[in-house]
Each structure stands twice: as C-alpha cells, then as structure tokens.
C-alpha cells in the first residue's frame, strides 16, 4: 500500500492549523467541567452516589456518542470532493497510488482531530467510575462503541465525498445519513416498544446502527440480552465502515474523469452534481435568465441576485422546511391517531388522551430551531467562501459596488431565503402552544405558555440574526466553507453554553457544593443575561471586522 505519502502530507496541513491543538483541550475541558460540576453539585443534597456516577456516566457517553457520530461524518464528507472541485485528485491517479490507497489516506488523516478529542475526553469519563454506579466493563464497552461510532461514521462520510462534488451536498448527505443510521433509526424502535407495551427493544433496529452498542452498554434493561446486542450491533456496524471503505475505494477511479464516456456512477451521483454538466447548467442557465424586472433588488444590488441561486435539484430553503413541516405533520398525525387512545377534553373536543406530551413537541421545536440555525450558519459561510474560492468577489470588488453593498446584498438574500421558513417553523410551534391554551384553564398555565413561546422565538430569531453576521465573517476568511461553518456554529450556539457551564462548575466547586439548585437561585436569570450578551458582542465583533478589514482579508 502507497498511502502513507498521503497521511503525511494531510497531517502536515492539519499540524498547521490551531484548531488542531486547540480542539482537545477543549473537549478535555467540557468533559471536567461537567464532571466537576456534576459531582460537587451533589455534595449539597443527599444523593446517593451511585446515582450520581451513572446519571454521570450517560450523560457524558451520550454526549460523546453525539459528537463522534456528527464530527466523524462532517470531518470527512468533503475530503474527496474538494479535491474533486480543485482538480488534483487528477493528479493523484498519475502516480501509482490505487484508489484504495487514497480514500484511506485521506481516511486515516481528516478523523485524527475528532479522535483527540474523543481520547482527551475518555479520562473524565473514567471518573465515574470511581464514584460508583458502573463497572471497569462498562467504561471498556462504551469506549469501544464510541470508537467505533467514529469509525462508521468517517467511512460513511467518505464514500459520501467520493459521490459527492458539491460541498453542501456532500456535507448534508453524510450528516443526514449519519444521523438517520445512529439516531432515527434506534428511535423508531423506542417508540414501537412504547406502542407495543413492551420493556425491550427489538434488536432488529438496534444491530444495524452503531447507537446500537452504545444503548446496550447504558441501557442493558431496554435491551434483551444486552451482552449479544452489543457484540452483533459492533461487529455488523464495524463491517458495515469496512463496506463503506471498500464501495468508496471502488468507485472513486471510476467517477474521477471529466473528459471520455461517463460510466454509471459518474451518470447517476456525479453528473447532477457536476456544475459543468448539462443537468445543473441548464438547472442555472433557467434561473440566471429569469427577468431582472422582477424584483427591484436585483437592479440595486446586484450582490443579492448572487446570494439567491437555488440549491440541490433547484429547491430553496422554503421548500425544504416545507417538506420538513409536511413530514412532522404526518408524524403527528400517526402519534396522534395510533398511538394514544382517544378522549374529549373539556371543551368538547375530541383530543387523543394525553396527546399534549411536553418531551414529544419541546424536543420537536428544539430540534426544528437548531436545524433552522444550522442552515442560515450553512448559507451564510458558503456566501463569501464560494466567492472567493470561485473568483466572484474579486470580480465584485473591481466594480462601483462598495464593501457595504456587497455585503447589505448577502444579509438580504439571507433574509429573503430563509423568512418563509421562520415563519413555517414558528408556525410549527404554535400549533401545540394554541391546543395547549385551548386545553388549559388556569389564566397562569397560559401565560407561562405563551412566555415560553415567545423566548423561544425572540432566542430564535436574535440568534439567526447573529449567525447570519458571524457566517459571512468566517466565511470571508476561512479557506473552505466547512470550517467556516464549524467556527460559525462554535461561537454563536456552543460558546455561551461552554461558558454557563464553566461558570456553574467553578461555583459548584469554590462553594463546596453548596450552589445547587436547591439553594432557590433563579438559574433562568443568569442564563438569559450571558446569552445576550455574547450575541451583542459577536454581532459587533463580526460586523466591525466585515467592514474595516473586509478588502484586506479578500485580497490575501
């Protein structure tokens, strides 16, 4: 094998780079603060310890398993790609290096980071050990699947990238993929248990995904015969990296060339994707000569015009939420007309019983604003990003058009895009919120209600407004959208929690255990303050810089 030239060079690029060093010792540090934290917080409360060190334990592994399985993919998902977009995976093949030998360079390369920090983080884990609740063999089963969930998901995100030309595309499909495998497909099978009256669930949606060996390991009563569950669901998901590893390596020599007679992969994954190819440049040619008249932003600011081309099978972000809005209202319906026995409420009404459950809808809204976080994050660092790397803002910059103009264009192309989806999202929200104030008789019941509702919008909308201001920014001066996006999403949605924790931890600890929750301080008054202040100053931090160093950054 020949691919030790390749791990060589990409780990000297990525020796290069701050976050390399910097991103462990922050997972080291998340993971202490929260064992620290966690465990002087129970010194003021009488707990017993063996609670502590299992409640300790799941969470943290849960954590973890959340975070390779989505770091894992988005590390790897535009490794090949890039290469693809740049043109030197060309030049790759003129030597004698196989198509194996460069998809597993590049494999044994991009997920070295997040295995840092995965290997920074295992020591914390450990300590609840010590503290009690778990056994040695329960610390080595979920490491193993931890290690391998990253393996999965790497290779996954890998044979992605070779079908992939696209950045976003690449990036979406591996995390959807990875996401779907890990985490859908394992909750479909907790809710069929719930449905069926079971206390186990069936192996059959826990063996193919690798939460399988994870669930098994932290929650050996939710699965019958734990033990095998856990060997099969390592074994089948290990194998199924392998496979990944192997179709990745097949197909990557076959769908590489742009010149000669495109064989059936090349026709089927990499010619829609291809911006050269006669699907998408007809797909852009039909958007590109619409008419100007149309809209009069288009004549003022020409930079809007740019930021409003369509995405993947020329869809927009309106219709991707509103096939989201469809989906989640069908699901609704399901759980609604199967899965809870009907009753009529007090305004005559027919309700399903209990159908109001507040984990079902506030864990649906969370995930629904974060995933509409995630995409204005997306679009705004590929807006600059794709520019620059395609010559666009050079262009931009040698005409009338001021650095304020350019970048009033890209904030209201934004804005145009992803308006309807707020409102699709917000819409979503509400309809449990109304229902609930139907249900609900008691004047305070509904106005805790509709305040809760209304931070959440209000958090919402403050925070797209933030992520829209800092993705440009990282965007401008990030070498590639990806890590642009993972800046982005790092110092508007994780840092401010990073933060509040660290702080919760270090009181915890100075008190002895005597700041806890019992103590009756108002915990929402403190979080809302540090998030306020962190999007103010990231808002002026980015904004500042777009403006005074916007031209200097471009031209480096």
Request: aromatic share 12%; proline share 5%; glycine share 10%.
């Amino acid at each position: 094998m020949n691919l030790l030239p390749i791990v060589r060079r990409e780990l000297r690029l990525a020796a290069r780079r701050s976050l390399t060093y910097y991103a462990r010792v922050l997972a080291a540090a998340v993971a202490i603060f929260i064992t620290l934290g966690t465990v002087y917080a129970s010194l003021g409360a009488i707990i017993n310890l063996a609670m502590v060190g299992r409640g300790l334990f799941r969470s943290l592994s849960l954590l973890g398993f959340a975070f390779v399985l989505i770091e894992g993919a988005f590390s790897t998902a535009d490794c090949l790609s890039r290469e693809k977009r740049e043109g030197t995976l060309g030049l790759l093949f003129l030597t004698d290096l196989s198509g194996f030998d460069v998809v597993a360079g590049k494999l044994m390369s991009h997920p070295w980071n997040s295995l840092y920090c995965l290997l920074a983080a295992l020591p914390a884990l450990g300590l609840a050990f010590f503290i009690g609740g778990i056994t040695a063999g329960d610390f080595i089963r979920v490491a193993l699947a931890l290690m391998n969930a990253l393996f999965f998901s790497a290779t996954l995100g890998a044979l992605v990238s070779v079908l992939s030309y696209r950045e976003r595309n690449a990036i979406g499909t591996a995390l959807a993929g990875a996401l779907i495998i890990g985490g859908v497909i394992p909750s479909i099978g907790y809710l069929l248990m719930n449905y069926m009256g079971t206390t186990a669930i069936d192996p059959v949606f826990l063996v193919p995904s690798p939460a399988g060996a994870a669930v098994a390991a932290l929650f050996p009563a939710l699965v019958p015969a734990s033990a095998g569950v856990f060997g099969w669901s390592l074994l089948t998901t290990h194998l199924m990296g392998w496979g990944f590893l192997a179709s990745a390596s097949l197909v990557l020599p076959r769908i590489w060339r742009e010149t000669g007679s495109p064989g059936f992969w090349h026709l089927l994954f990499h010619r829609v994707n291809d911006p050269a190819s006669g699907t998408a440049a007809r797909r852009r040619s039909r958007k590109v000569q619409g008419p100007a008249g149309d809209d009069p932003w288009y004549e003022v600011n020409p930079a809007f015009r740019l930021g409003l081309m369509p995405g993947r099978w020329g869809m927009t972000p309106t219709t991707r939420f509103l096939a989201l809005c469809l989906v989640w209202v069908s699901v609704l319906f399901v759980y609604a007309r199967w899965l809870v026995p009907a009753s009529v409420s007090r305004t005559g009404l027919s309700f399903p019983q209990n159908w109001l459950n507040p984990p079902l809808f506030i864990g649906a809204a969370f995930l629904f604003h974060y995933i509409l976080r995630f995409a204005v994050a997306g679009q705004a660092c590929r807006a600059l990003a794709e520019d620059r790397r395609t010559g666009v803002l050079e262009l931009l910059l040698t005409t009338p058009l001021g650095v304020d103009d350019i970048i009033r264009g890209r904030l209201l192309a934004i804005k145009r895009q992803f308006f309807f989806p707020t409102l699709i999202v917000l819409g979503m929200d509400l309809l449990p919120v109304l229902t609930g104030l139907v249900e609900v008789g008691n004047a305070g019941e509904m106005m805790l209600i509709i305040a809760v509702f209304s931070v959440a919008a209000a958090f919402l909308m403050a925070d797209m407004y933030v992520l829209a201001w800092v993705g440009l920014w990282c965007g401008l001066k990030a070498k590639n959208a990806g890590r642009a996006i993972r800046q982005t999403v790092f110092d508007v949605l994780l840092l401010p929690w990073l933060f509040l924790l660290g702080s919760v931890a270090f009181l915890a600890i100075i008190s002895h255990g005597q700041f806890t929750p019992r103590s009756g301080i108002p915990w929402f008054s403190c979080v809302l303050p540090v998030f306020i202040i962190s999007n103010i100053s990231l808002a002026v931090w980015a904004s500042g810089n777009l403006r005074d160093r916007f031209r200097a950054v471009a031209a480096r």
